[in-house]
């Protein structure tokens, strides 16, 4: 059964950084972040389709990275000037053919 695992979350103030890293199981050519904030719907951070194709949410461009590793077997998510408004679980995903897996999730919380 293919897993991914995060790791990288944590406490962070207002302006700080935090790097999210995601590891698979397996070589998958799709892999991305996804976010739930508490009483919100799961929503798109940034996703990386065969290593070039990259889709960023609105309110993350300019501040978030997504990059990927040789082997496509991991996926990782530099956060630059952290607001509280990013405050959420952050999920890993990725995709074979049809279908979508996800991690457990890390915890990011930015006090201000």
């Known amino acids: 059964q293919v897993q991914l695992v995060e790791s990288g979350g944590g406490l962070v103030q207002a302006g700080g950084s935090l790097r999210l890293t995601c590891t698979a199981s397996?070589?998958?050519?799709?892999m991305g972040w996804y976010r739930q904030a508490p009483g919100q719907q799961r929503e798109l951070v940034a996703i990386?389709?065969?290593?070039?194709?990259?889709r960023y949410s609105d309110s993350v461009k300019g501040r978030f990275t997504v990059s990927r590793d040789k082997a496509r077997t991991a996926v990782y998510l530099q956060m630059n000037n952290l607001k509280p408004e990013d405050t959420a679980v952050y999920y890993c995903?990725?995709?074979?053919?049809?279908?979508?897996?996800w991690g457990k999730g890390t915890l990011v919380t930015v006090s201000s």
């Open positions: 995903t990725g995709r074979i053919s049809t279908n979508t897996l």
């Open positions: 990386m389709a065969n290593g070039a194709n990259i």
């Open positions: 397996i070589s998958i050519n799709t």
